[in-house]
């Protein structure tokens, strides 16, 4: 029996099973039009960041971020005039891909607040923006080659094959 009459009329009341089914089916529903959504967030590098420039920065870590999709690394850099500029880095491949393959030892330890940092990036697009994309890092004066960054190559289109005449 799929539902139950309601002892003071004759409405009929979902049953408990009909509930959970209903519930069932809105999380699955859910789930799948997140997915494809949640693909489109992700960002492409050459849309962020101008991966045909770079900029060498040194300054001192204030914070280290060994987090899911991407570590990220803030560092305090001196300007010319003086002052102290405060810099965001995204870092190589999400944590997962450095615990499976151990590249270059990298992990939540690895680097500190306090440590000394020389970094190769690729700036952000937007010009007054403090934030890069690592290209070579330094920690301390020895490189961190877990941390590196390099961008796709761009393809050259394949040559149409020439044109038959019949």
Same mark, same amino acid.
């Given at each position: 029996m799929a539902s139950i009459y309601a002892? &003071? #009329?004759?409405? !009929?009341?979902? #049953? *408990?099973?009909?509930?959970? *089914?209903s519930a069932t089916g809105l999380l699955v529903l859910s789930?799948?039009? #997140?997915?494809?959504?949640?693909?489109?967030?992700?960002h492409g590098t050459s849309v962020t960041y101008d991966i045909t420039k770079t900029v060498t920065l040194t300054g001192t870590v204030t914070e280290w971020d060994f987090v899911f999709p991407h570590p990220a690394l803030y560092f305090d850099v001196t300007n010319a005039a003086g002052k102290v500029?405060?810099?965001?880095?995204e870092v190589g491949a999400n944590p997962a891909y450095y615990m499976k393959d151990k590249r270059g030892g990298?992990? *939540?330890n690895s680097i500190k607040p306090g440590? !000394?940092?020389?970094?190769?990036?690729?700036?952000? &697009?937007?010009? #007054?923006?403090?934030?890069?994309?690592? !290209?070579?890092?330094?920690?301390?004066?020895?490189p961190v080659p877990g941390l590196t960054f390099k961008p796709p190559v761009p393809q050259k289109p394949a040559a149409s094959p020439p044109a038959t005449s019949q």
């Open positions: 002892s &003071r #009329s004759n409405e !009929k009341v979902p #049953s *408990r099973h009909a509930a959970v *089914r789930v799948l039009l #997140s997915t494809p959504l949640s693909a489109l967030a992700h500029e405060h810099w965001g880095s990298v992990n *939540r440590d !000394k940092l020389k970094i190769t990036c690729y700036p952000h &697009r937007t010009p #007054s923006a403090k934030a890069c994309l690592a !290209k070579e890092v330094e920690v301390n004066g020895k």
